[in-house]
Antibody, heavy 122, light 113 residues
Framework: EVQLLESGGGLVQPGGSLRLSCAASGFTFSNYAMSWVRQAPGKGLEWVSGISGSGESTYYVESVKGRFTLSRDISKNTLYLQMNSLRAEDTALYYC???????????????WGQGTLVTVSS | DTVMTQSPDSLAVSLGETATIYCKSSQSVLYSFNNKNYLAWYQQKPGQPPKLLISWASTRESGVPDRFSGSGSGADFSLTISGLQAEDVAVYYCQQYYTAPRTFGQGTKVEIK
């Protein structure tokens, strides 16, 4: 059974940093692209960032480019999202999501974690 | 970015009746090389993460009831729930995976009338 367990969320001041983690199990981690998708309170879904199975390629939505860095440690089956220069508009529940197919680029997502809440506020 | 626009924003349907949700993309998500539409549908119930229902515009995921069906091509798509059940109350999202960044529709809330 695929399991994705996010951690690292919390309350941070504007301009601060957080590192989110997603521990994966139940599948061959290196075979699948992974993504982070966020959901602001009461709002819809927004794809934030994705990474190829090998970790060689990363992808970001424009609003986080230069501030967020996505990486993966295949030896630990863990995905990381380093978030710097956080803004109020980054406040959201951040979901870790696994690609449905073993493609090199993130496409669509068949497994999701329960999410970790990031609140950016002074 | 490819903008995904869903309609309506919400709808109330009687139990056993049919609910249809529409999704329009600002550009075609049909890849002519393989004739596939790069479009997925998700269901999100309160307090839960999204659940993948349909990929490639019309391919139902294993375990998804056959009352859920997807159709459409190019830039116009729909999700139909035939014979609405109480457990289908949720917000439904379409998502394109043809262009970067991946983008979702704003969501459609389905309720029981």
């Amino acid at each position: 059974e695929v399991q994705l367990l996010e951690s690292g969320g919390g309350l941070v001041q504007p301009g601060g940093s957080l590192r989110l983690s997603c521990a994966a199990s139940g599948f061959t981690f290196s075979n699948y692209a992974m993504s982070w998708v966020r959901q602001a309170p009461g709002k819809g879904l927004e794809w934030v960032s994705g990474i190829s199975g090998s970790g060689e390629s990363t992808y970001y939505v424009e609003s986080v480019k230069g501030r967020f860095t996505l990486s993966r440690d295949i030896s630990k089956n863990t995905l990381y999202l380093q978030m710097n220069s956080l803004r109020a508009e980054d406040t959201a529940l951040y979901y870790c999501a696994k690609d449905r197919e073993g493609s090199s680029t993130p496409r669509y997502f068949d497994s999701w974690g329960q999410g970790t809440l990031v609140t950016v506020s002074s | 970015d490819t903008v995904m626009t869903q309609s309506p924003d919400s709808l109330a349907v009687s139990l056993g009746e049919t609910a249809t949700i529409y999704c329009k993309s600002s550009q075609s998500v049909l890849y002519s090389f393989n004739n596939k539409n790069y479009l997925a549908w998700y269901q999100q119930k309160p307090g839960q993460p999204p659940k993948l229902l349909i990929s490639w515009a019309s391919t139902r995921e294993s375990g998804v009831p056959d009352r859920f069906s997807g159709s459409g091509s190019g830039a116009d798509f729909s999700l139909t729930i035939s014979g609405l059940q109480a457990e289908d109350v949720a917000v439904y999202y379409c998502q394109q995976y043809y262009t970067a960044p991946r983008t979702f529709g704003q969501g459609t809330k389905v309720e029981i009338k």
